[in-house]
């Protein structure tokens, strides 16, 4: 049988094409060819002019609970065979969503461990269910999450990250929310009417706009204020004088 981890739904005549992790037998995780190819679908996705949002969702109890890891041999690989297999594919996901030109939006129930919590705090948007939890536990065996670490800078607090980091504790969507990982929690009888409300904000917006916000928020952050003020003056012009798409 074809393992298959990922699935695409068009929704909404193609507005809100959904992206479904599939592997939900083992708690979604992914192997290095599963998120490199997940990286390349959020970024298609959101490159058809139909797009206004991509939805990423998860099949059965959890999110993702991580990067299924490759195995061990013998000698320890070279560090191109490392970035080839575990940092750029994980690195390239972040990149695509990043260069996903309308906003992706997380939707996470159960648990959200390592690479599935960096994923949630990469994305754009995020929703959680009151029962799902945040962890980042990679230093159980020794490896510092600097690749998780780089996904959620500057949407978590460095004291609050810090101590996620080296305690490997879980923190619950009420805690994930209070410090900035995702934007909403309600209970779990309540996602799918909340995630299709937050969809229905965005599917009837226009591209353009959708899009400067994006791009906006993905540069003034990092600059300072008056190179934020005057790039928010140049930017906007363009989208009102754009015509209709």
Not at 8 to 35: H, K, Q, V, Y
Not at 185 to 214: F, S, W, Y
Request: glycine share 8%; with cysteine; charged share 20%.
């Amino acid at each position: 049988m074809t393992r298959t981890p990922f699935m695409i739904e068009t929704e909404m005549g193609g507005a809100a094409p959904t992206i479904w992790l599939t592997n939900s037998a083992d708690g979604n995780r992914l192997t290095g060819d599963d998120i490199t190819a997940l990286g390349h679908a959020v970024r298609a996705a959101g490159e058809d002019a139909a797009a206004r949002v991509v939805v990423i969702r998860a099949e059965g109890d959890d999110f993702c609970l991580g990067r299924i890891p490759t195995p061990k041999r013998d000698r320890p690989p070279s560090a191109l065979t490392l970035q080839e297999k575990v940092t750029g594919p994980i690195m390239g996901l972040y990149a695509n969503v990043r260069a996903t030109p309308v906003p992706v939006l997380a939707v996470v129930q159960g648990e959200a461990r390592g690479f599935g919590c960096a994923f949630t705090g990469q994305c754009d948007l995020a929703i959680a269910s009151s029962n799902a939890t945040f962890s980042m536990p990679e230093m159980d065996v020794n490896l510092p999450p600097t690749l998780a670490i780089s996904a959620v800078l500057g949407k978590v607090p460095i004291k609050k990250l810090t101590h996620l980091v080296y305690t490997r504790e879980k923190i619950s969507a009420e805690e994930a929310l209070m410090f900035g990982l995702v934007g909403e929690v309600c209970e779990p009888e309540d996602l799918n009417a909340r995630t299709d409300h937050i969809i229905g904000q965005l599917v009837d917006r226009r591209r353009p706009a959708l899009e400067t916000i994006k791009q906006y928020l993905a540069t003034a952050p990092h600059v300072d204020t008056a190179a934020a003020a005057t790039m928010a003056e140049a930017m906007l012009p363009v989208v009102l004088s754009s015509p209709d798409a």
